[in-house]
Every structure is written in C-alpha cells, then in structure tokens.
C-alpha cells in the first residue's frame, strides 16, 4: 500500500462510522446511500460490512460510483436502471459480527440476507407500477427486496387509464403478502389495488407527471388521502423504503409461520 493509499483509507475511515450492529438489532445490516458519497468511501464501507460477514446495499449510485465498486467487487450486482449497487455475504464468514447485542430472538426471527439473491419461503411481495415512467423507483423496491432474500415479483405499467391491465391480474394480487404500489401523476392505483386484496399495501408516489403533479407532492397527498383502508405510504420516490417496509413484514411473516423446532 502506497502512502497515498494509507492516507486515503484514513480519510475514509474517518468520514463513516459504520454500524455493525444493525443487523443483530433490526435484522439487516446497514445501507449506502450514494449520494453524496465518493466512490472510495463506498467501497470502503462494503469492506468493512464484508469483512464482518454481511451483505451490502448502496443506492442512489452513479455510473461512475458502480464501476468503482466493480472493479473493487467483480461479484457486484449493479443496476443502473434502480441505480443500485448490492453484494451478498460472504458465506465463509456469515453471521461473524463482532461484539453481537444479546437480543438474539431478534436475530433469530428477522434472518439477514443470504447468497439467494431471488428471495425463499412461501411470503411474496408484489411491485405494482402504473406506468413504465414509475420502473426506476419500482426497481429500487425489488433490488431492495433482492438484497433481502424475499420473494418479489413485477406487475408493471397497470395504471387506472386502463383497468383492463389490472383487472387481469387480481388474482396474483389476492396471492401477495404485501403489495409495493408505485404511481405519479394523480397516484390513484393505490387506491384501487387495496380495494381488491386483504393483505398490507404500500404506497411510493413518483415524480413523474405534469405541472400540476408538484414533482410528487400531489401523488403523495392523493395517496395519503386514500379511502382503502389497507394503504400506507412512504416517500416521495422512495423506493427503497417502500421495499424495505414491505420486506420487513414478508420476514416476520414467515418467521412467524415457521414451525418451532
């Protein structure tokens, strides 16, 4: 290692507390957000989470940040239309994690991510775009749910301008455990989807739309002001929360139907 290179990794350092412990307390390690971020401070945070056993995630990356962080991790998933970035666990050395909190029934009820980056057990979660405009954000959901190891699935660009699309997929719907629902413009399909399932759905209002759509702001509050009274939601173009809520839930639920031993 040069001297530029010992410096550098200093400065990285000193830049990111890392929190280890995230996975042992809330059942998933730590995720990057990219923005913001130099290339360099993200590698070295996959490092420092590899080196401990965990899987990583960083969204919001540029082109430029991902090729950094492949060229550090050839086994690198990148996604540039979600604009993520993930890693699994190194299995050799998978729930090695320094100084672990005693909550273990925590850990034991919310597995962290595994190599089976396409998501086991009967609990699957389901992202709804209306329009293919929604597949970014609606992509940053499913790469979340990926990196969690939950079965997810796609219905994409069934928006209420035409109900047919998604009349022919209730069905699947009524199947899901928890629908991500991804909509702009007036943001109306969480609405209708609740109104055909009995399982949890959240809303992700985009940006997508006209002048009047507030880059999100009237997506948003059209959902908040929605009459099914099984619809959440979360943020502005937000999808890796949305994923992230609905993966939490799919976990309890099959950690929850899980027979004891």
Same mark, same amino acid.
């Given at each position: 290692?040069?001297t530029d290179?010992s410096?550098? $990794?200093?400065m990285?350092? !000193?830049a ?5 412990q995230r996975q042992a307390r809330c +059942?998933?390690p730590?995720v ?5 971020k130099t290339?360099? &401070?993200?590698?070295?945070?996959m490092?420092t989470q590899?080196a401990a056993?965990?899987?990583c995630l960083?969204?919001? *990356?540029?082109?430029?940040?991902a ?5 550090? #991790?050839?086994a690198t998933? =990148? ?6 970035v993930r &890693?699994?666990?190194p ?5 090695? #994690?320094?100084n672990? /909190? ?6 034991r009820s919310? /597995?962290g ?7 086991t057990g009967?609990q699957? @979660? ?5 329009g293919?405009?929604?597949?970014p954000?609606? %992509?940053?959901a499913l %790469?979340?749910l ?6 997810? %699935?796609?219905?994409?660009d069934c928006?209420v301008?035409?109900?047919h699309r998604?009349?022919r997929? *209730?069905?699947? &719907?009524?199947?899901a455990s928890?629908?991500v629902?991804v909509?702009?413009?007036e943001? !109306?399909l969480p609405? *209708?989807?609740? +109104?055909?399932?009995s399982?949890p759905?959240?809303?992700v ?5 006209y +002048? ?6 009237t997506a #948003?509050?059209s959902?908040?002001?929605?009459c099914s009274?099984? *619809?959440?939601? @979360?943020?502005?173009d937000?999808g #890796?929360k949305?994923? =992230?809520v609905?993966g939490?839930i799919?976990?309890r639920m099959q950690a929850?139907a899980a /027979? %004891? $031993?």
């Amino acid at each position: 290692m040069t001297t530029d290179d010992s410096a550098s $990794n200093k400065m990285e350092s !000193a830049a990111a507390d890392i929190d280890l412990q995230r996975q042992a307390r809330c +059942g998933f390690p730590e995720v990057i957000y990219g923005e913001g971020k130099t290339a360099d &401070l993200i590698v070295h945070i996959m490092k420092t989470q590899q080196a401990a056993g965990q899987a990583c995630l960083a969204t919001r *990356v540029t082109e430029e940040q991902a090729n950094v962080v492949r060229a550090a #991790f050839p086994a690198t998933i =990148y996604n540039p239309v979600a604009r993520t970035v993930r &890693l699994v666990a190194p299995e050799a050395t998978a729930g090695n #994690f320094e100084n672990p /909190p005693t909550n273990a029934a925590i850990v034991r009820s919310t /597995p962290g991510p595994t190599a089976n980056a396409s998501g086991t057990g009967s609990q699957k @979660v389901l992202v709804v775009t209306a329009g293919s405009s929604d597949m970014p954000v609606a %992509e940053e959901a499913l %790469e979340t749910l990926r990196w969690m190891n939950v079965a997810c %699935e796609l219905i994409a660009d069934c928006g209420v301008a035409g109900p047919h699309r998604l009349q022919r997929h *209730v069905a699947r &719907l009524q199947g899901a455990s928890v629908i991500v629902c991804v909509a702009g413009m007036e943001a !109306a399909l969480p609405s *209708v989807v609740g +109104g055909f399932v009995s399982c949890p759905v959240i809303g992700v209002p985009t940006s997508v739309g006209y +002048g009047a759509s507030l880059q999100g702001v009237t997506a #948003f509050l059209s959902m908040l002001t929605c009459c099914s009274s099984n *619809v959440t939601v @979360v943020n502005i173009d937000a999808g #890796f929360k949305g994923g =992230y809520v609905a993966g939490l839930i799919a976990s309890r639920m099959q950690a929850s139907a899980a /027979p %004891e $031993n």
